[in-house]
């Protein structure tokens, strides 16, 4: 993994074998912990995707992949557990089929490269619930 800072956006570029959640958390050890994910690009494999039913319990389904990384959105937070990244994401298979929702887990392939906009560290966290779901709070806000 690397990384440049050029204000308060970061450029990371993520390594074969590196998965994408313990990568993106990592910054946080550079004082990065919290942050919007604009957009993340590349090639990845052994996939685990999903998407959050209506009772609040998270559905997956694994790729094993490689698959071609399309699209990434989300955020870095902290979380009750440290570093919490909240990502989804929209992928191709090698016949063109595209696959979407949310991203549990993907270990990069070839390359993976990921924007993010730093937010000040007391702008928001994340809170466990009666359910699968860890939800996003706005500190200082009630």
């Known amino acids: 993994m690397e990384f440049s800072r050029i204000g308060d956006d970061v450029l990371l570029r993520l390594d074969p074998g590196e998965e ?8 946080s050890e550079h004082g990065i912990d919290c ?10 494999r052994n996939i ?11 559905q997956t389904l694994v790729h094993e992949g490689p ?28 016949g063109h089929l595209v696959h979407g929702g949310h991203l549990y887990h993907a270990t990069i392939h ?14 928001m966290k994340r809170e466990k619930t009666n359910t699968d779901f ?7 806000m009630e």
């Open 20 to 27: 994408i959640h313990q990568s993106i958390q990592s910054l």
């Open 35 to 44: 942050a919007v994910i604009t957009s993340g690009i590349g090639r990845v």
């Open 48 to 58: 685990q995707m999903g998407y959050l039913d209506s009772d609040g319990n998270y």
């Open 67 to 94: 698959m071609e990384l399309l699209s990434t959105q989300g955020n870095l937070a902290p979380g009750p557990d440290g570093p919490f990244t909240h990502l989804h994401t929209l992928m191709s298979d090698n």
């Open 110 to 123: 070839i390359v993976a490269e990921i924007h993010l906009r730093v937010l000040n560290s007391n702008a």
């Open 134 to 140: 860890v939800a996003l709070k706005f500190c200082g």
